[in-house]
């Protein structure tokens, strides 16, 4: 593995015995989830939101009034905000942004003077920004450097909200160029109903959790119109195709597609209900307008973004990719969802592994 020039001594890394001060920028249903995980993990907590009610509520009722509002909070989580206060960066270790990445720059940009190098960032961002095509991971290194870029951690894989908050056993991957991080970030998250398994394949971690969520509209859309079990495992195969060839054409390893990052999350989205994009798309297919889809949805579902940048992304890389073409014209140039089957059927049968050996 790859590592940067910046050492140990340039930061406070925590020992086994010692627990971290945690700054979770983000108060959406993840960060929630994230913040919940590694206050029981007895990290001291701190969580932030733009919203002066969630602050309120986290601190004076244990509970986020806004998302996983059944949860009771631990005592070593509070909340902090809407005014970004340098403070609270001096006092953490650890900086956790769940921020939806077509917002990212924007925070990036607010927070820049307070990251410093001894800080552990970890990116749980899923998307692709519209207006740059650029991956979390990307933006980092234009807001805050290539060394605060390289020395990040990102953390994907398959993770429900609500799920990781009853402690049901789930795994994700993390990945970075430092190893040193790797392993600060695994000691932090890892537990035995929270498994950590590391990686250095930043780029393909971050383009797998972005596309997946794509390809769990067009599942929605699938159980939408009443296609069964033949059908959604199709879709789920040649749409790992697509994630493959454009991880590909962008120097990712392509077994990162068969982890957790790839497949686990990609599994996840596209078979359960529990999914935000799988939603979406099954209400597109019920006739239900985008517009209305995403007032009553009540949180952001990253791949209506992300369609829009995946599928511009296929034309800049020249990577075939009729899953994500068609989900992009239900999308944004209204086509019909059965009209939008059809033409899939259409498509010529290329050899299976076209494009990826």
Known sequence: MNDTNTTTADYNMTGDNDRSNVLV???????????????????????????????????????????????????????????????HFKACDVI??????????????????FVKKRHLLIM???????????????????????????????????????EIVLKEPT???VASKNSERLEWAQRIFHCPHFRVYPCNDVVGVEL??????????????????????????????????????????????????????????????????????FTVGFKLAKGESLESITKTLGSV???????????ELCRKLKVYSPIIDEVYKILYENKDAKEAVNDLLETEPLHELHMIR
């Open 301 to 311: 579902a990253e791949g209506v973004a992300t369609a829009k940048s995946a599928y």
């Open 171 to 173: 795994c994700v991957a």
């Open 96 to 113: 956790l942004m769940s921020i939806p990445t077509q917002h990212l720059r924007n925070i990036l940009a607010k927070v820049k003077p």
């Open 25 to 87: 920028l983000g108060a959406g249903n993840f960060g929630t989830s994230l913040s919940f995980h590694l206050a029981s993990m007895n990290e001291t907590v701190k969580m932030w939101s733009r919203d002066q009610k969630v602050v309120t509520s986290i601190n004076e009722d244990h509970v986020n009034s806004k998302y996983l509002t059944q949860v009771t909070l631990p005592d070593n989580l509070s909340a902090v905000g809407p005014e970004m206060n340098k403070q």
């Open 124 to 162: 749980a961002n899923k998307g692709i920004e519209n207006s740059t095509l650029d991956l979390p991971c990307t933006i980092l290194k234009d807001c805050l450097g290539e060394t605060i870029a390289n020395n990040a951690v990102y953390l994907s894989g398959p993770s429900f909200a609500a």
């Open 208 to 277: 797998a959790g972005s596309i997946k969520n794509v390809l769990a509209i067009a599942s929605g859309i699938s159980t939408g119109l009443g296609y069964q079990s033949n059908t959604r495992a199709a879709l789920l195969t040649r749409g790992l195709s697509e994630m493959t060839r454009m991880g590909v054409k962008m120097g990712c390893d392509p077994l990162t597609m068969s982890g957790l990052a790839g497949i686990g999350d990609l599994f996840l989205t596209c078979t359960s209900e529990k999914s935000r994009n």
